[in-house]
Structure formats: C-alpha cells, structure tokens
Nanobody
Framework: VQLVESGGGSVEAGGSLILSCVASGYSYSAYSMCWFRQAPGKEREGVAN???????NYARSVKGRFTISQDNAKNTLYLQMNSLKPEDTATYYC????????????????????WGQGNQVTVSS
C-alpha cells in the first residue's frame, strides 16, 4: 500500500492550494481517507475526512474554507484549500484506514494504517 502526495508549496494569506494523494496497492473505495496536518511543536490533527460511506467531516478551524474530495477512478484524494491563513502552515499528510470509521474516530491518527510522506504548506502573512 502506498500513498503519494503532491501539491504543497508556499502561498500568501488568502490564497489557495490543492493537495493530491494517489493511492495504490489496495481497493481505494473501501477505505476511510483523511487529511492530517502537523505544525512544528504541535500534535498531528485531523483536518478533513471522507469516509468509505462517502460522508465528509471537517475540523472546525477549516470548515467552509477546505474541501475534501476523491476520484475513485483515479484512486486519488484531494484537499482544496481556500482563504488560507498563516495558522494553516504545517506539513500535511494523507492517511487511509480500512473500512468505515465511527465518526468519533475519524480524526484520530491511531486508527489509520497507511500514511503519505507529508507535504509542506506554508502561508505567509
């Protein structure tokens, strides 16, 4: 199983970026997928999840600004990030968990078996 991310970079506050995560080695649509981020000195936090049943969840800090989506035909997960703020600066990771996750578990890193390599997003003020 492999998750390969792309699309990070640097942007000014108010700008947009899109992250992509290509999955291989498993039946993509049978997994719960999540974007996490980790800033220096902080814990890894869940940002956006799309479960195997198609439902989505967002952290309060990004709701209305970020959109998670997937293209099952391409085994690709996306995170569209708009109205970026300096506090969004972090390394972003995509992660996959087998099957359906109860909503209370979807932002807990320990429930995800597979992880991408991480992609830096830097937002300047």
């Amino acid at each position: 199983v492999q998750l390969v991310e792309s699309g990070g970079g640097s942007v000014e506050a108010g700008g947009s970026l899109i992250l992509s995560c290509v999955a291989s080695g498993y039946s993509y649509s049978a997994y719960s997928m999540c974007w996490f981020r980790q800033a220096p000195g902080k814990e890894r936090e869940g940002v956006a999840n799309i479960d195997s049943d198609g439902t989505t969840n967002y952290a309060r800090s990004v709701k209305g600004r970020f959109t998670i989506s997937q293209d099952n035909a391409k085994n690709t997960l996306y995170l569209q990030m708009n109205s970026l703020k300096p506090e969004d600066t972090a390394t972003y990771y995509c992660a996959a968990a087998r099957g359906h996750l109860w909503v209370g578990f979807r932002f807990l890193p320990r429930y995800y078996e597979y992880w991408g390599q991480g992609n830096q997003v830097t937002v300047s003020s």
